[in-house]
């Protein structure tokens, strides 16, 4: 079966500034795919360039087999969703949705003022396109909208119209540019719902840019994380939380944020943090400074410690419903503070102004060279640090 | 007792302080201007409105009331009409003139990147320049025999024009300066128009397949330039009606080219007509508060996005 | 994999080329009465009787052109009449229209809703409609051929307290309150806080004052008659006349020394200057 969406090494700089080097990218059919990365990353040019509304400097865009790269949006057969919904404020939500399929159906001068009228089968073509848009407003529940204007709905509202505008043409490919970002956050949290729902049962290909990691988390078949115009990493949600493939994708996926300590390679590889052992030993790489990531939930605190650890002391403890959130500083290096994921009835134990011996699975470590990038680790059998 | 009496009276202090200091600046802040409202504009207003009943003249002895008789006369005088017909033929000129070809320089320029700036400048400057010292530049353009104007039409095999003697050629021509002058003005009011449409809206059109030239025109556009267009419509029609300055230095209102401004002038300030040319002025009111409240009702309407 | 770049498509450059042809034509016209105008400034008297459309002049005759204009009339005093009316118009009018726009915006005073309506109603009133009631009360009083005639209509600008009022209103009042707790006096509030804040909105405001002043008309030719008075406009018209044509190498001469200033500012101050038309025209 042939691809949705193929990238293939997509650049693209204004003036000077590069914002896109050689991207490469596929999707399958059917796939919901996120488009993450801290603002800035190109990921807005890169859907952009997706649609043709920009030109790739150099580079291929396929879409169902097809080069695209010299055919216009329209003839590209996508629907895109804007970030503030570009609702042609003059028209009613009808006139909205109807603009495409008037557009695709209707020569220029059917489409003219006081012209149009010359058309005989303007009005039987009209006809067939408001049915259309009657189901396409049945299925998103917005039929008692669709004579209003776009400055008489609420944001929700709008979101929903700028999707039906983007279904009506039953576009192989769906792009959005960060749709839910305008509203606010109770309403971003069901519209989500919504789109996941939306997407089942389509069938279509989404392409979805966001700077949200939960959103990309929650909604997503795979993410592709964009960094500094490269291609950072893509795979499924889980992919990108259990094996980031560096510490800019580390840090960006999952909240609270990734612990960050600095720790060493020694000569033989093992990794340690200051004079301690951690029970993780790299497969390759030099002798020198490295990052060790641990999530928040795999960190475990000791109160009595028999064995050497590294030992932080509890400066605050926030209250996140289920989970407590434990800050820490390292007693070693006091600028590196420590967050501490604990189920709410195991936090009784622990006091603030304490001390306590960090431990964690070292399999459960991420382990970053110099460069960021994520190093192949295995882990020795006798375990330092790790709970009993 | 003592605290239940004494409650209000605290209560009473803090409440009131700043309605009274406010109350103090707000008054004494506006005096100035109330007091220049009512000398320079109300007053005057209201002497106008009487005047315009009498038949006051510098000089005259006494006054008569003549109720609606002068502005009988002004509707029945062969030259007043004439310079209603003017100047209403000058604003039908102008305004369609000045509205479109505007928006069309506006869209052209708009799109430029490097030569926006030489266009911008090259446009606008007529709006700078002291229309009475351009008027007798344009006086010399078009001369019959000195002028290039008729240079190139003659030159062109065309037979000489008498642009500013011919009475029938006479408002065309004024309205060719007036148009010349205010142009560049409407450039720019259409030009900041266009940089304030949302370029998403563009986009959207775009991938809905609306992106050739005259679809982006219909779909975004002109409807998102709606306030501007009836802004720079209204503004140019008033300057239209006001037009003054060609006349005095071009023609001096002679026969074809008589303006409402230029007739009433003439009554009031070289006949000394006064109670005559203040119905005159009355009339002229009339049409701005016509436009104003066409205006007005116009922006109403437009509220709604 | 080869790279694919992407040519100007023939249809672009087919529209840019239209663009500009249409762009040149009209500058052509909008600009020709200047080049004809400084052209003509420098060309010998008899050089403009023969005509032609040579537009390089023969022989070089500014000098004696612009001499003869300086010599004709008091140019300069008609420029320096210009600046008096212009600035002493710009400067009560602002005195006048920030404090009243000022309370209009944000303080609360009785009358305020009627004066308000005021100040709208008279944005409708061109200067042509009192002019004769003044006119008579000058008249009256004896100030015609003065300054103050010429400046008086214009001393009230409703539409600065218009334009300033809603510049102000956008103005926070946590600030406002923050200094009346601090025990600013509204006066200083309005001077020190409020004013430095709406500078653009003032310059926006002088500009337009300034170029509106420099180049009426209509107002001083009812109120002035001696000729030491007349401001640029006024000059150029009492100019033109005595030239009744026979030397338009003088006159054009006249008619760029005229025009000069605020084409000069406009060339200097382009940005600023097209941002003040803006805004005062669009708010």
């Known amino acids: 079966m042939e691809h949705s969406l193929e990238l293939e090494r997509i650049s693209k700089a204004f003036g000077k500034t590069g914002v896109l080097s050689d991207i490469d990218l596929a999707v399958e059919p059917g796939e919901f795919l996120s488009l993450v990365g801290p603002s800035g990353c190109g990921k807005s040019t890169l859907l952009r360039i997706i649609s043709g509304l920009e030109r790739q400097d150099s580079g291929q865009v396929r879409i169902a087999g097809r080069p695209v790269d010299v055919l216009s949006p329209r003839a590209r057969n996508i629907a895109m969703v804007f970030q503030n919904y570009a609702l042609y404020p003059h028209m009613s939500a009808a006139e909205n949705i109807a603009l495409p399929l008037m557009v695709d159906r209707l020569s220029l001068l059917e489409r003219l003022p006081l012209i149009r009228h010359l058309s005989p089968r303007r009005k039987r073509i009209e006809a067939a396109i408001s049915g259309e848009i009657g189901k396409v407003a049945e299925a998103l529940q917005i039929e008692p909208l669709l004579a209003r204007k776009p400055g008489q709905l609420s944001g929700g509202q709008r979101q929903r119209v700028a999707l039906a505008r983007a279904m009506v043409r039953q576009p192989s490919l769906f792009l959005m540019d960060e749709p839910l970002s305008n509203l606010d956050a109770q309403l971003r949290v069901h519209m989500r719902d919504e789109l996941t729902d939306l997407h089942r049962r389509l069938g279509a290909t989404f392409i979805y840019v966001t700077h949200d990691q939960i959103e990309a988390m929650t909604m997503s078949t795979r993410i592709a994380m964009l960094d500094g115009g490269r291609l950072a990493q893509i795979g499924s949600p889980a992919d990108l939380y259990e094996r980031p493939a560096s510490l800019t994708v580390a840090r960006f996926i999952g909240s609270p944020a990734i612990n960050i300590l600095p720790a060493r390679l020694d000569p033989q590889g093992h990794v340690m943090l200051g004079a301690l052992p951690t029970g993780l030993v790299a497969s390759e790489g030099l002798a020198g400074p490295v990052s060790l990531g641990l999530r928040p939930e795999h960190i475990r605190l000791h109160a009595a410690c028999e064995r050497a650890m590294p030992m932080a002391t509890l400066r605050r403890s926030e209250h996140h419903g289920a989970d407590r959130l434990l800050h820490l500083d390292l007693t070693e290096n006091r600028q590196t503070g420590l967050i501490v994921r604990v189920p709410q009835d195991e936090t009784g134990q622990f006091q603030p102004g304490e001390t306590y011996g960090i431990g964690f699975a070292p399999e459960k470590a991420h382990l970053f060279g110099p460069s960021g990038l994520r190093m192949a680790t295995r882990t020795l059998p006798a375990r330092i640090g790790a709970a009993a | ?180 002058n205010l142009i560049g003005f409407n450039m720019i009011l259409f030009l900041a128009g266009l940089t304030a449409i949302p370029r998403d809206l563009y986009d959207a059109a775009e991938i809905d397949g609306a992106g050739g030239p005259i679809d982006r025109f219909l779909t975004v556009t002109w409807p998102q330039l709606a306030p501007t267009t009836m802004f720079v419509a209204v503004t140019t029609s008033i300057t239209a009606f006001k037009v003054f300055d060609t006349v005095a230095v071009l023609t001096r209102g002679r026969d074809g080219s008589e303006v409402l401004l230029y007739a009433i002038y003439l009554e009031g300030f070289q006949y000394f007509k006064i109670g005559y040319s203040a119905a005159l002025t009355v009339i002229f009111l009339a049409f701005m508060l016509a436009f104003s409240v066409f205006q007005a009702f116009q922006l109403d309407r437009k509220v709604h996005y | 994999m080869k790279a694919v770049r992407f040519p100007l498509p023939a249809g672009r450059l087919l529209r840019f080329a239209g663009a500009h042809a249409v762009l040149l034509v009209g500058a052509a016209f909008m600009l020709l009465p200047f080049l004809w105008m400084l052209l003509t400034a420098i060309r010998a008297p008899d050089e403009i009787l023969t005509g032609g459309l040579n537009p390089i002049p023969r022989s070089f005759h500014a000098v004696e052109n612009f001499s003869a204009a300086m010599q004709q009339a008091p140019l300069l005093r008609f420029m320096v009449n210009g600046v008096i009316i212009c600035s002493g118009i710009l400067i009560i009018q602002l005195l006048v229209a920030i404090p009243a726009a000022y309370a209009l915006a944000k303080l609360r005073f009785p009358g305020r809703g009627l004066l308000f309506a005021a100040v709208i109603g008279g944005l409708c009133i061109p200067i042509q409609v009192p002019a004769l009631p003044i006119y008579l009360a000058l008249a009256e009083f004896g100030l015609l051929d003065s300054y103050f005639a010429m400046m008086v209509p214009f001393f009230l600008s409703v539409f600065a307290i218009f334009l300033f009022r809603q510049t102000f209103r956008g103005f926070p009042d946590e600030i406002l309150q923050a200094a009346r707790v601090d025990g600013l006096g509204e006066f200083e509030i309005l001077w020190r806080i409020v004013v430095p804040s709406a500078l653009p909105a003032i310059a926006a405001f002088s500009i337009f004052s300034i170029v509106a002043h420099w180049n009426d008309l209509y107002w001083p030719m009812i109120v002035i008659q001696r000729m030491d008075y007349a401001p640029p406009p006024l000059g150029m018209l009492f100019f033109a006349n005595s030239e009744t044509g026979a030397s338009y190498g003088v006159l054009m001469a006249g008619a760029t020394i005229i025009t000069a200033p605020l084409v000069i500012v406009f060339l200097l101050a382009r940005r600023r200057f097209v941002q003040g038309i803006t805004m005062t025209g669009i708010k």
Request: charge should be positive; hydrophobic fraction near 60%; aromatic fraction near 8%.
């Open chain 2, 1 to 180: 007792m003592t605290t239940l009496a004494l409650a209000p009276a605290i209560d009473r202090v803090p409440r009131r302080a700043r309605p009274v200091r406010e109350l103090l600046a707000g008054t004494l802040f506006v005096v100035p201007a109330t007091m220049l409202l009512l000398a320079i504009i109300l007053a005057p207003l209201l002497c106008l409105l009487i005047l315009s009943v009498t038949d006051y003249e510098i000089g005259a002895m006494q006054i008569r009331w003549l109720g609606l008789a002068n502005f009988e006369k002004a509707l029945s005088d062969p030259v007043f009409r004439r310079a209603m017909g003017n100047t209403l033929l000058y604003v039908a000129l102008v305004l369609p003139g000045g509205v479109f070809i505007g928006l069309l320089v506006a869209l052209l320029v708009h799109g430029r990147t490097r030569s926006r700036a030489f266009y911008e400048v090259a446009y606008f400057l007529p709006v700078t320049a002291t229309l009475i010292a351009m008027a007798a530049v344009w006086q010399f353009l078009l001369h019959p025999k000195l002028g290039p104007v008729n240079g190139l039409l003659k030159a062109a095999g065309f037979p000489e024009m008498a642009f500013i003697s011919e009475p029938s050629l006479l408002i065309p021509t004024l309205a060719a300066i007036g148009l010349w």
